[in-house]
């Protein structure tokens, strides 16, 4: 399994990106129903309401710059896991990752040859800590392994 981490700024456009179809220049759908939400943690909604609940949390620190987390993880190529399976390891990743308090969806996409799920979530809790993203990698690398052994999927080598 392959984790990449990201910390960023827009809470609608990295929503926009994973639940909305996939477009060409010519506004073309080029990808049509990719995204199938597996799990909401204190959010819920369609696209734009999941923006305005994000956003309103984001208020309770406002002078952070960089409030989203947003994650990705992809299973190698032939590696199927079931959506129970799928949210297990959701909920293994907000606990490494200690973001299960925190405002986040779950969403498998069904747009490549391989399996992948993006984790959206505030960095911003409702008791107003901010989660740290120091060693973010090195988690991302040690969790990743975890998750191979714990499900059986194919071990990729460390980042190292």
Partial sequence: ????????KSFRGCISYCLEDKF?????????NRAEILMFNQCFGNSKE???????????NPKLSKPVLHIT???????KLDKGTLCKLVEDCAEKFEFQKN???AV??????HQHLHIVASRIGFDKKTLSDSNNY????????????KYGLKQVLSPR
């Fill in 24 to 32: 060409l220049e010519s506004h073309e759908v080029a990808v049509k």
């Fill in 108 to 113: 498998s996409h069904a747009d490549t040859c």
């Fill in 50 to 60: 999941l923006i305005h609940q994000f956003n309103e949390v984001r208020q309770l």
């Fill in 1 to 8: 399994m392959i984790g990449k981490i990201i910390i960023g």
């Fill in 103 to 105: 405002q986040f969806i």
């Fill in 73 to 79: 993880l992809s299973l190698a190529p032939g590696e």
């Fill in 138 to 149: 090195k988690m991302m690398a040690s969790y990743c392994r975890e998750m191979e052994q």
